[in-house]
């Protein structure tokens, strides 16, 4: 079974529009992050929730919206796309230190 | 604000070819540096944690150390499959207490040639 999943998985999209990226764990961990890989592999955090709550928002434009329906699911939507969000999103898990990733969604803004 | 410096940023080796990996980090309260091994088109997968200075952990070629500044990967005769880019991140306490928040290095993209 897949432990944190992501859908989906490319997604193309043009400047201005609207988009979700949805994320699911079945590990029954608190806490959840979202991270952006930019093109050189650096990953940023985003966004961490911990038992739906959010903890941490590290200066993202408030045009990305993490949203946690319970604490098996963290979706990401992204409002009014711009050039610069292209990049990998990944989702991830935590427990005890450790983060157990899922497989990255791959934004392209047109 | 927390630091983690990986070094090289791009390493060759021939197979068999022992080397290191540098992770050297500024923080403030460590509590815990974690190595990751990322394949292209896949999410970062977790291979050590380490705690304290003079902690070490091994799994197959690969061994971790710790020391106060820095941590080191080696990979032993290193085998072709052993060709990814190689993450490490930090776990630190917030100023004033609060929530961790990790922070990873930018990597070492690592090619083992046959």
């Known amino acids: 079974d897949t432990a944190v999943s992501q859908t989906p998985k490319y997604l193309v999209t043009q400047m201005g529009n609207d988009k979700s990226i949805k994320c699911e764990q079945n590990l029954g961990h608190d806490t959840m992050y979202w991270y952006k890989q930019d093109s050189k592999k650096f990953l940023k955090i985003m966004f961490s929730?911990?038992?739906?709550?959010?903890?941490i928002n590290e200066t993202v434009p408030n045009r990305f919206s993490p949203k946690s329906p319970d604490k098996a699911h963290l979706n990401l939507h992204i409002n009014s796309l711009e050039l610069g969000d292209s990049a990998v999103y990944f989702c991830?898990?935590?427990?005890?230190?450790?983060?157990?990733f899922g497989p990255g969604t791959r934004l392209t803004v047109l | 604000e927390d630091q983690v410096t990986q070094s090289p940023e791009a390493l060759r080796l021939q197979e068999g070819e022992s080397s290191s990996l540098n992770c050297s980090y500024t923080?403030?309260?460590?509590?815990?540096l974690f190595w990751y091994r990322q394949d292209p088109g896949k999410g970062p997968e977790f291979l050590f944690t380490?705690?304290?200075a003079g902690e070490e952990k091994e799994k197959e070629r690969l061994k971790a150390t710790l020391t106060k500044k820095e941590s080191f990967l080696h990979i032993t005769a290193p085998k072709p499959e052993d060709s990814a880019t190689y993450l490490c991140?930090?776990?630190?306490?917030?100023?004033?207490?609060?929530?961790?928040?990790?922070?990873f290095g930018r990597g070492t993209s690592l090619i083992v040639h046959p």
């Open positions: 380490l705690y304290s």
């Open positions: 923080v403030s309260g460590l509590r815990g």
């Open positions: 991140a930090v776990q630190a306490n917030r100023l004033g207490g609060g929530s961790y928040i990790p922070t």
């Open positions: 929730y911990n038992n739906k709550e959010l903890i």
């Open positions: 991830a898990s935590k427990s005890q230190g450790r983060q157990f």
